[in-house]
């Protein structure tokens, strides 16, 4: 008997989706409170949250692709079993 694997990549991609998001409030919350608190700013620090802002980008992109990669899956699935 096949075992048959079946992965929700739709909710993988959604989980991404939250995760990056909650990382790209987090840099610019930091950004942000660098820039109103008046007092002289890190430049290592303002560096380590554009690399995190850019990180987050990247990963929210990634994963916006796998959730429309995973509805054209489901969308060939539903037309191939009609």
Do not use: R, W
């Amino acid at each position: 008997m096949p075992i048959v694997c079946y992965m929700d990549f739709s909710a993988i991609a959604l989980q991404g989706l939250e995760q990056a998001q909650a990382q790209m409030v987090n840099a610019v919350s930091g950004l942000a409170g660098a820039a109103a608190s008046g007092l002289p700013l890190d430049t290592v620090a303002l560096s380590e949250e554009a690399v995190a802002l850019s990180s987050a980008k990247t990963n929210y992109s990634a994963n916006l692709t796998v959730l429309h990669t995973a509805d054209q899956m489901d969308k060939q699935a539903t037309d191939l079993m009609a």
